[in-house]
């Protein structure tokens, strides 16, 4: 698997991480990874996404909003996995199926799937988890499922009937955000020239004891990217205040 050596280093927030499970994705037909809120997933998904490999394409779709729609859910995956309006699409396995027979390889990445895991009222998604189960027959097709919590063995319920547990896969937790690596974040999307390397060394000590790490980090970015963030203001009280406000 080749890939341009720059771009996890410097694009990606967990570069190893980022790096390694692209890999064991490559080897691997299903991957569960978890991890608590606010620490990261959703960065690692549009890191996985943006990478610049040949020959390889990732379809990404969330949960959210789509538990009361299942229509609404297949016309967004189709979206997502770039069919167009007038090919004839009999179903999930057969979207895949189709790029499978472009790509080398395909990774199906469904984001927030803890919701499909909770009571869902549409009888459509019946259809979805029998397919969804039946597309690790796909040789070229790997599936990632992003929750906050490991899977499992869980029955899912759909229009009030309870069904066989959803398919099993290797459980990855997202490696907690270190010193290191929120230093390197600050300054790779730091926007203010006033913010000197000790103060990010205590940004991120700061962050690295809070719950939600990667989300206030953006919140206090927002913040410190304002040219006058640190003008005239004690950096531990700035950081209380943020913290505060978030």
Do not use: W
């Amino acid at each position: 698997m080749s890939k341009p050596s720059d771009y996890f280093e410097k694009i990606c927030l967990r570069p190893k991480f980022t790096r390694n499970l692209l890999k064991r994705l490559y080897q691997k037909r299903t991957i569960n990874l978890f991890g608590a809120a606010g620490t990261g997933k959703k960065r690692l998904v549009a890191d996985l996404k943006g990478n610049p490999l040949s020959n390889l394409k990732i379809v990404t779709i969330r949960f959210e909003g789509y538990s009361k729609d299942y229509e609404g859910f297949f016309q967004n995956l189709c979206q997502a996995a770039d069919i167009e309006p007038h090919e004839k699409i009999k179903g999930i396995n057969h979207i895949f199926e189709k790029l499978a027979a472009k790509h080398e390889r395909v990774i199906f990445i469904l984001d927030d799937f803890e919701r499909f895991l909770k009571p869902i009222q549409d009888p459509g998604y019946l259809d979805f988890h029998n397919q969804l189960n039946a597309l690790r027959g796909i040789q070229k097709l790997s599936i990632l499922l992003v929750t906050q919590e490991p899977i499992g063995k869980r029955m899912v319920e759909i229009a009030g009937k309870r069904y066989e547990s959803i398919i099993a896969s290797e459980e990855v937790r997202l490696p907690p955000l270190s010193q290191d690596v929120i230093e390197k974040e600050i300054e790779r999307i730091s926007l203010n020239k006033n913010i000197q390397f000790m103060e990010r060394a205590k940004i991120a000590i700061y962050i690295d004891q809070k719950p939600c790490p990667y989300e206030r980090l953006k919140y206090y970015m927002s913040y410190l990217n304002d040219d006058q963030g640190l003008c005239g203001e004690d950096l531990n009280s700035m950081l209380e205040k943020l913290d505060g406000q978030f």
